[in-house]
């Protein structure tokens, strides 16, 4: 079989680690190299993952109906209550709102919309189309939100703009718009808000549980299983605990210069991270030693019943061996914890996002001979796993296919899993996905390729 190559332009993109002191220095956060068919999304669709699960809240996408299709129904992002975010609206936009503006439409639809499902808020997606003709989409959100009283929010993530990054950025401001309208009367000292968790599948219920366990308040979750009135008042919180750095750290940042509110970076996936998140939050709040003496009650129960049923899996998965490619990098550096517990070798670890601290820590941590990527491609990304003879990938909707196509196991940590990840369930859950899918019968029937020399 041939090698397969690497494109010119993304060599800097790519590192692979020799040894531990050699010097490190990886191309990130760039726009795509044109023709290399990068695995990232666009800007609009950044923004569309952070705000979708936002239930009470009309998601309008002002654009051609392109853009509302792809995202329709992204995440998972269950709701204990209302589903209103499940349904994807769009103002879809034709050739003659394309030289006559969409202005009118879109003002029609926002009023239509809000009359019929009565919803707490309203996000407004700019998308290409209105970067290019020109919509005034802000003074028609003002005009909108002075008639019917609701908070009409611009997003300005057209999806040319820049990286997925920057629909982050443009989800958070839009956030932003609405922390401190709400009142925060009631709200208990000893209290946090849990920023960059999506409850794609019941994940944001199973860490305020253990958060209540301990005697923390969860003013709001943002934005799995979100309201709108929470986030109104989350400027009341104590402590905002950031998961996915990559989308929400924007948003910590500005709630610390305005608010004064600190923020730490935790991750809910794995025994090792779980635990500190509960207690890096206990810590936090030192004044009352009763949080921590509750923080490790609950690790020592839930590792207790965890650890034996491990066993099995760890047994079967050690020695074989993992990819790794996620959207922000630092959800990598929980995974190959995780995957090491198992017993399990590293040999690929990339994101689509990644800064320099982010690879210089993979780098740090992972095994010689892994190979750390930025931004990557279906090409590399199966030159990668064919050369380090992978018996895994790890990551989203857009790897899936290429595991499978190569004949080897695929565990889905994005947005399209049915079970969730986080917490000690979630590492019980997560072992049993990787030993079912790496061990699974099938491979006798779609042999696995590789052996390239
Ligand atoms: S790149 Fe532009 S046209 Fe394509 S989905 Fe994103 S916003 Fe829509």
Not at 426 to 443: D, I, Q
Request: glycine content about 10%; some cysteine.
């Amino acid at each position: 079989m041939e090698t397969i190559g690497i494109l010119e332009g993304r060599r800097r993109q790519i590192y692979e680690k020799k040894s531990q002191t050699e010097s490190f220095d990886i191309t990130c956060d760039t726009k795509s190299l044109s023709g290399s068919v990068s695995q990232r999304a666009c800007v609009f669709c950044g923004s569309r993952v952070v705000l979708y699960p936002v239930a009470d809240a009309l998601h309008l996408v002002h654009g051609p109906i392109g853009c509302a299709a792809y995202t329709w129904d992204i995440r998972g992002a269950v709701s204990s209550g209302p589903e209103l975010h499940r349904l994807s609206f769009s103002t879809d936009l034709k050739e003659m709102d394309v030289i006559y503006g969409g202005e009118k439409k879109l003002y029609k639809s926002l009023i239509e919309l809000i009359d019929q499902y009565n919803p707490k808020a309203a996000f407004i997606y700019s998308t290409c189309i209105i970067g290019l003709i020109g919509d005034d989409i802000d003074a028609v959100c003002k005009k909108v939100s002075q008639e019917k009283g609701i908070p009409v929010l611009p997003v300005h993530s057209e999806g040319f703009k820049g990286t997925k990054k920057d629909g982050y950025k443009a989800a958070c401001l839009a956030l932003m718009k609405i922390v401190g309208t709400g009142s925060t009367e009631g709200i208990s000292k000893y209290s946090i808000n849990i920023l960059g968790e999506f409850n794609l599948a019941g994940e944001a219920w199973i860490i305020k549980d253990y958060y209540n366990q301990m005697g923390i308040e969860v003013v709001s979750t943002m934005t799995g299983d979100g309201r709108v009135d929470d986030i109104r008042r989350s400027h009341g919180a104590s402590l905002n605990v950031v998961q996915c750095s990559g989308s929400m750290t924007k948003l910590a940042q500005m709630m610390k210069e305005r608010y004064g509110i600190p923020f730490i970076r935790v991750s809910y996936f794995g025994i090792e991270d779980m635990s500190q998140a509960l207690y890096d939050v206990a810590k936090h709040f030192n004044d009352k030693p009763e949080i921590m003496e509750a923080a490790k009650k609950l690790v020592s129960s839930e590792v207790m019943e965890l650890y034996p049923k491990l066993q099995k899996f760890r047994k079967a998965l050690s020695g074989r061996r993992a990819a790794i490619y996620v959207g922000g990098a630092f959800k990598a550096f929980s995974l190959i914890k995780a995957l090491r517990y198992l017993e399990m070798d590293v040999v690929l670890a990339g994101s689509q996002t990644g800064n320099k601290d982010d690879y210089l820590g993979l780098k740090e941590m992972c095994d010689e001979g892994t190979v750390i990527v930025d931004d990557s491609n279906p090409v590399e990304l199966s030159k990668f796993v064919l050369e380090k003879e992978a018996d895994l990938i790890i990551g989203g909707v857009k790897e899936r296919p290429i595991a499978y196509k190569l004949g080897i196991g695929f565990c889905d940590h994005n947005h399209e899993r049915k079970i969730p990840l986080a917490g000690f369930i979630g590492m019980y859950n997560f072992a049993k996905e990787v030993y079912e899918s790496v061990t699974s019968p099938v491979w006798q029937f779609m042999p696995r390729k590789g052996g390239l020399k």
